[in-house]
């Protein structure tokens, strides 16, 4: 067992910096491009900035389809746009593609459940005062909604590494493509065992540092 997995060890480093790869990425690009779709998809459907239903209707249409479409299916549909974009249908940088699309509907609609959860009464009180639409979004609405967007981005943080262990079956690499072709190819259970508890611990740490980070901001809390 152990022979095993010692010497496996540069390819178990390598599918490991490989997922973290894919995770960061997809998740930098789900926060922020994600995150503008989330503040668009709250003020166009709110009386108090720029309430506009047809940019609501058709902004939350198109993430609702790419949400229902299987994430393994959607990866391959969006392959062709890797191709285009990174000049590879093969790799972690071509997962990366679909993945941050899959990541960005996930996130956005997480984003607007949190700043929808803010208190309206903040808002009006900040509108009272005379500030402008644009400094109650940046200065006042996200703060308030801050402890949950970072609860949010855990949760997606922990949903794309999930996501990512899919990138094995198109020979994406990762810690998935490591299982799949050691534990489940060459039925060698210790490389799945590895792989396996490598993700448990990775999950732990993420939650954990997002729970941290959130109670941080959480005036609840100070």
Known sequence: MFENILSLREDILEALLQTGFMVAVSLITAVVIG????????????????????????????????????????????????????????????????????????????????LSDVNNGIIEAAFSSGASKSRII???LIPEALPSIIRNITVTAISVLGFSAMA????????GDLAYRYGYQRYQTDIMLVCVIMLVVIVQLIQWIGDAVALKFDKKYQ
């Open 138 to 140: 940046f200065s006042i």
């Open 35 to 114: 995150g503008l779709f989330g503040i668009l998809l709250y003020t166009t459907s709110s009386s108090h900035f720029y309430k506009n239903e047809i940019v609501r209707k058709i902004t939350g249409l198109v993430l609702n389809i790419i949400r229902s479409v299987p994430f393994l299916i959607l990866m391959i549909l969006f392959l062709p746009l890797s191709k285009i974009i990174v000049g590879t249908k093969i790799g972690p940088e071509a997962v990366v593609v679909p993945l941050s699309i899959a990541s960005i509907a996930f996130f956005a609609r997480l984003a607007e459940a949190s």
């Open 168 to 175: 094995g079956l198109v020979g994406g690499g990762g810690l």
